[in-house]
């Protein structure tokens, strides 16, 4: 009979062998709980370790059989009759597993000769495998700098004749020694979020056997302690999902407005609209992260937001992107107790590489990990913030947060360009603009229409007359939408459109019947999961505006969103702008229109490319270019997120181009021919020292995974499990994960 002690470690779950603990120490295996035993998984000259997967809600070991004959190794695998089953999760006690069935070897020698024979063999591959690595290292780093300064010098430049993309990538170490990764391949799962830290989280929630959702939960809460900027509990977000089987939603947990608010509530004093508690919707973000933890995780809900607690109680260091918020919103933040306290202590603002203390929000996160949503919504951190809010000048209430509702809505999906494309329905833009982005494009027929000077032209003119008809959108649960939607997924539609577009000029805002202002929604985050059977998870998370409303309640920790802001309001336009929208007008309960492009790409029904970004109004273009990009002019997956980029919202009537030295020292800009070009045209060129951050997976369809394990798994559910590429945009502080 043989025993194994189950063990936790790195948070895998494994079983030690009891027997020989001097020659089996090491030893150790993992595997599926739902996978034969098969050849591969045997014990051999060298221990081996494969992944183990969790069973339902919890992270269980699994039920593993060591086969041993006194050391020797095995050259065929015993017969396996029947499959291992799970165990509940890791306790530290002993359990008894299985012994050999008929046919495995049992007994054990003390045959001092062969278990020599085995070291010398181990030691033999461990030499060899070691000269091939610092081959490799050699190989591709024969061509780097070998001085400081040099390496300092090293950087990443995009070569390209239209100033758009195609160039090659030259790669340089930040200024102050940090070096990302910011494109990462991998077999079995992968996270690209914007920030480092967070998509390792994510992926160690995969590692330890979660799923897609799991690690969503675990990346989302990490970005609301490190990003405070741009997301966080006190804001909310639109996820989309896809699980293997090819069924896809759409989870809504876009803040709300207070029921005691009304489409005149900021007619004496717009600013309020932006600061202060009158600019606070009721959160969504952790119901609608408990919600679809409830519907599809696996691992517990505590364990997901342990990392982040640990982040906010002990501290994280400040990256480049939120050292530079902070000193941009300074003046805010020292007006501001609970900000100040946090990001500017004494008053000193925090730099770069300086530790970042959240005990506040540290204890709101214990919180709910320990009692779920309802820790925030109807117990004492909900009394807490609601006060804060309330001492801010806000008007929400405990009922306000008692009642919000997390909406499960059907995702967009549209054919175009040879892809299926799944996004965001209303009160989200962002899909529906995409589609009609592409569809617009679409019609010219081939690729070389989007390339160079006059590609650049229609993707400018395509934009605008996106951005006239997505302003007729708004919640669908106070305005009919449908009508508007099915315009905008319809080829047609977007062929009467295209028809409008001169390749010699562009016009004034009136040629594309716009009728309202635009939105100027703000900050957010994003990020991309697919996990080892392929669920995936796009989404994007907000407070909108940099801290939101310039308040964090300090009492709890929270940044408050100020995602009122994202309604239109009455009131007469200035001479020249478009009147606002009346469909977005505030009412209690409604959620305010929003520009979030979560997108997930299919080709043949196969997964593809998930994408998505952050950036306010930017977004639907940003993500519009990326797609272009990759799926259809065919550029790598690192370039195609890494490309300058342009921007039109129709109103105001200019093309935004990038034109900055962004944070890792890369200079974006519109190549001077184009610009030129596009001036002759008509169009009127603005520099901005902003742009949209967009993260990006793509599986790649021609090159399958190396995934051992599942090599005897019929692929009866028709998914395709390939190579998969994570980007991170070097726009921020973040990098992807893979396993």
């Known amino acids: 009979m043989l025993y194994g002690k189950l063990e936790v470690h790195d948070g895998d779950c494994v079983v030690r062998s009891a027997i020989g603990a001097s020659q089996m120490d090491t030893n150790y295996l993992l595997f599926p709980s739902d996978q034969s035993l098969t050849h591969e998984m045997h014990a051999s000259v060298a221990p081996r370790r494969l992944k183990g997967a969790g069973n339902s809600r919890g992270l269980g070991c699994v039920d593993v ?44 020698s003390t045959n001092s000769q062969k278990q020599g024979n085995i070291k010398r063999a181990v030691m033999t591959k461990c030499a060899t495998r070691a000269v091939l690595y610092f081959a490799l290292l050699i190989l591709f780093t024969s061509d780097l700098p070998t001085t400081t300064a040099g390496r300092q010098r090293w950087r990443k430049q995009l070569d390209s004749p239209d100033g758009v993309g195609d160039g090659t990538l030259r790669w340089r170490s930040r200024q102050h020694g940090e070096t990302r990764e910011r494109m990462v391949e ?98 969504g973000e952790v119901a609608g992260l408990y919600t679809v933890w409830s519907h599809h995780g696996r691992l517990p809900w505590e364990k997901l937001i342990e990392p982040s607690i ?113 996004s965001m329905p209303p009160p989200s833009s962002g899909g529906a603009s995409l589609v009609l982005i592409v569809n617009i494009l679409a019609q010219y027929g081939h690729t070389l229409a989007m390339k160079g000077l006059l590609g650049i032209h229609r993707l400018i003119e395509a934009f605008k007359h996106t951005y006239a008809v ?27 459109l295209q028809k409008l577009i001169l390749d010699n000029m562009t016009f004034s805002q009136t040629h594309y019947g716009g009728r309202w202002s635009q939105l100027n929604d703000h900050g957010t985050s994003h990020f991309n999961i697919v996990d080892i059977d392929r669920n995936t998870v796009s989404m994007t998370t907000t407070v909108n505006y940099p801290f939101g409303a310039k308040v964090l309640s300090p009492s709890t920790g929270i940044v408050l969103n100020n995602e009122m ?95 900055w030295t962004i944070i890792t020292g890369t200079h974006l800009e519109l190549a001077k021919p184009i610009r030129q070009g596009l001036k002759s045209k008509g169009h009127v060129l603005m520099a901005k020292e902003i742009g949209a951050v967009c993260q990006l997976i793509v599986q790649d369809l021609e090159t399958p995974a190396v995934l051992p394990w599942l090599q005897r798994r019929a692929l009866t559910n028709n998914v395709f499990y390939g190579k998969l590429t994570g980007v991170s945009d070097e726009r921020k502080d973040g990098a992807p994960a893979g396993f």
């Open 565 to 659: 802001d994202d309604f239109s309001i009455p009131g007469v336009p200035p001479p020249g702008f478009l009147p606002p929208a009346p469909q977005n007008f505030v009412r209690p309960g409604k959620r305010p229109l929003s520009s979030m492009t979560p997108t997930i790409v299919l080709k043949d029904g196969h997964l593809h490319g998930v994408l998505g970004g952050s950036g306010g109004a930017r977004i639907i273009t940003s993500v519009a270019q990326v797609f272009l990009n990759r799926f259809v002019r065919k550029m790598g997956a690192l370039p195609s997120v890494a490309a300058p980029r342009v921007h039109h919202q129709l109103g105001p009537n200019y093309v935004e181009y990038e034109n």
């Open 65 to 108: 059989k060591r086969v041993c004959k006194n050391s020797e190794v095995l050259k065929e695998p015993p017969t396996m009759a029947k499959k291992m089953h799970s165990l509940p999760p890791a306790t530290g006690d002993w359990k008894e597993a299985e012994s050999p069935p008929p046919g495995g070897i049992s007994g054990r």
């Open 470 to 496: 997505r302003m007729n959108l708004a919640d669908p649960a106070f305005v009919d939408v449908e009508p508007v939607i099915s315009d905008m997924l319809n080829p047609k539609f977007a062929s009467s």
């Open 310 to 422: 640990k982040l906010a109680n002990l501290g994280f260091i400040v990256q480049p992107y939120l050292a530079f918020h902070i000193q941009d919103n300074l003046g805010y933040i020292l007006a501001d107790k609970g900000l100040q306290e946090t990001f500017a202590p004494s008053g000193k603002p925090l730099q770069e590489g300086d530790t970042c203390l959240r005990k506040n929000l540290g204890h709101t996160l214990q919180q709910i990990a320990k009692h779920g949503p309802n820790a925030f919504y109807m117990g004492d951190i909900a009394k807490a913030f609601v006060a804060d809010v309330k001492a801010a000048g806000g008007i929400m209430t405990i009922e306000d947060l008692r009642d919000y509702k997390v909406v499960v809505r059907q995702p967009l999906v549209a054919e175009t360009m040879g892809y299926t494309l799944i």
């Open 186 to 283: 991998a077999d079995e799962g992968m996270v690209a979020a914007d920030d480092e830290r967070c998509s390792d989280i994510g992926r160690d929630a995969l590692r330890a056997g979660g799923n897609a959702v799991d690690a969503s939960v675990a990346t989302a809460f990490c970005l609301g302690v490190v990003n405070p900027m741009a997301s966080g509990i006190g804001g909310g977000a639109f996820m989309l999902l896809r699980l293997t089987n090819g069924t896809s939603f759409a989870y809504d947990m876009r803040e709300t407005a207070p029921a005691a608010a009304h489409e005149d509530m900021y007619e004496k004093d717009p600013h309020a609209k932006v600061y202060g508690g009158l600019a606070v919707g009721v959160p």
